[in-house]
């Protein structure tokens, strides 16, 4: 079966735009969630969806925001684009969280680089 | 809080011989530990996953860690490395109410011929 697509692989952004990400998550997961990892900062968890609501999120600020639409596939939205955003943005899809034992698959990520 | 601690930032290793990527973790409740490893410019690959049962539990491409409730541990381990094996690990605790991961800093194994 198809993994974790996330789209665009890369992307460059000029500070003070806003990019939209987008991850298709594996056919029947309705748990989304995205992470954003850095040499600095390592892997922080960003927010999760779950049938179209936001369940958790992460420490990050307002300018970060997603949502996720009735077919599971979910989008991540930064605004006001600044250059510590630069990241690998990893999305990874679950059947749901309430059994330890549901697998969690990321996808191959899309790189941001703000310039 | 939950937290994990991955205390090498790198590991060196021969091919063959025998490697361990430590890890130890602080959770509240059941802890539910899993070891991903990431190629260069590529998502998180599950390598295994422990939940309950074994202390020492069987992985992908050989690898297999070992739970230790009183020192709170879970390394990683392989009995003999392929140069392949080189890439960044990350070991994670997940928080199942949430179903969110807390990870380690990463350790990159490197594994010389």
């Known amino acids: 079966k198809a993994g974790v697509t996330q789209t665009p692989r890369y992307l460059i952004k000029t500070r003070g735009q806003q990019v939209t990400l987008s991850c298709s998550p594996i056919s029947g997961h309705r748990s989304v969630s995205w992470y954003q990892q850095t040499p600095g900062q390592g892997l922080q968890f960003l927010f999760e969806y779950f049938s179209e609501t936001q369940r958790n999120k992460g420490n990050f600020p307002g300018r970060f925001s997603g949502r996720q639409f009735s077919n599971s596939r979910s989008e991540m939205n930064v605004s006001t684009l600044e250059l510590g955003d630069s990241a690998l943005y990893l999305c990874?899809?679950?059947?749901?969280?309430?059994?330890?034992?549901?697998?969690?698959?990321f996808g191959s990520g899309t790189r941001l680089t703000v310039v | 809080a939950q937290s994990v601690a991955q205390p090498e930032d790198q590991v060196n290793v021969a091919e063959g011989n025998p490697l361990t990527v430590k890890c130890t973790y602080s959770v509240s409740g059941n802890p539910y530990l899993f070891w991903y490893v990431q190629y260069p410019n590529r998502g998180l690959q599950f390598l295994l996953k422990y939940i309950t049962g074994d202390n020492l539990v069987k992985g992908s491409y050989g690898f297999e860690a070992e739970f230790n409730k009183s020192q709170t541990s879970f390394h990683l381990k392989k009995p003999s490395a392929l140069v392949s094996d080189s890439a960044l690990y990350f070991c994670?605790?997940?928080?199942?109410?949430?179903?969110?991961?807390?990870f380690g800093s990463g350790t990159k194994l490197n594994v010389k011929p």
């Open positions: 994670a605790v997940r928080v199942i109410s949430f179903n969110k991961f807390y």
């Open positions: 990874a899809s679950s059947l749901g969280s309430d059994r330890a034992n549901y697998g969690y698959t």
